[in-house]
């Protein structure tokens, strides 16, 4: 996986970490960026040297296989061209990217060179990317989510998971949007509130799947129930949201 750090613990690489664990796969996390943050907003951001990434990621290829990958913030543009001319050197690993571009206190984790490169070069190299309502309105650039997926499909993206955790309703409702077919939809249980981190959680959970070989409708449903585990047992770690608890023990 190749996402930022949170100090507190709740979201970013830390959350990556757990969830793959749990889910019995092995993570090798690449730190793309550094947060100023905690459960309540991110303040501050810095992208890792993109060389070192570079380094890093072809220093694991050389001497692991890699069943899949997960990003989540990226820190900068330069970032996403190091990281996309990795994928072309190695087209079979599958991509889950969690388009990270806002913190849920609104502190921001992408500028718009960054978000520009994204939608230009990586989503294209994605399996599924994984915006929550906000992100998939911005990204597809129209207030209606059916067709802001549609406008990503269009420039590229193989399929588009639109997360549903931040609507109302009974149940959480995530769609997966693909190429030349209807609209697949994946119901769960809403607890009610807020949490911090279950957007990376859930991309990281979709991964797992994907390396333990599971198909990408089935890495999604088992990924939905994990996440649904980890919220029923969430922690208050801070002043602000509750932070899933990843560490329980998992169950197929």
């Known amino acids: 996986m190749i996402s930022g750090l949170d100090p507190s613990g709740g979201a970013g690489i830390q959350a990556d970490i757990q969830a793959v664990t749990a889910l019995g796969c092995h993570p090798m996390p690449v730190l793309s960026c550094l947060t100023v943050q905690d459960t309540r907003n991110v303040y501050n951001a810095t992208a890792t040297d993109p060389e070192i990434i570079r380094q890093q990621l072809e220093c694991l290829a050389a001497d692991s296989p890699i069943h899949a990958i997960k990003t989540g913030a990226l820190g900068n543009a330069a970032v996403v061209d190091v990281l996309?001319?990795?994928?072309?050197?190695?087209?079979?690993?599958p991509l889950i990217a969690d388009p990270v571009i806002k913190a849920a206190g609104g502190g921001d984790l992408a500028d718009e060179a960054l978000i520009a490169r994204m939608k230009e070069r990586?989503?294209?190299?994605?399996?599924?990317?994984?915006?929550?309502?906000?992100?998939?309105?911005?990204?597809?650039?129209d207030e209606d989510e059916t067709r802001a997926a549609h406008n990503l499909l269009e420039a590229g993206c193989q399929s588009v998971l639109a997360t549903g955790g931040h609507g109302e309703g009974e149940e959480i409702i995530n769609t997966l949007y693909s190429h030349d077919q209807e609209p697949l939809y994946f119901y769960i249980e809403r607890i009610g509130g807020e949490y911090h981190g279950t957007g990376c959680t859930l991309a990281a959970s979709i991964a797992a799947g994907r390396a333990s070989g599971l198909s990408a409708r089935a890495s999604i449903?088992?990924?939905?129930?994990?996440?649904?585990?980890?919220?029923?047992?969430?922690?208050?770690?801070?002043?602000?949201?509750?932070?899933p608890d990843r560490g329980i023990p998992w169950e197929t």
Do not use: C, M, S, W
């Open 84 to 93: 996309v001319e990795f994928l072309a050197a190695h087209p079979d690993i």
């Open 122 to 141: 990586l989503f294209r190299h994605a399996e599924i990317i994984t915006p929550n309502g906000i992100e998939l309105t911005l990204l597809g650039g």
């Open 221 to 243: 449903a088992q990924a939905q129930n994990y996440v649904l585990r980890a919220i029923r047992h969430a922690l208050k770690v801070g002043n602000g949201q509750p932070v």
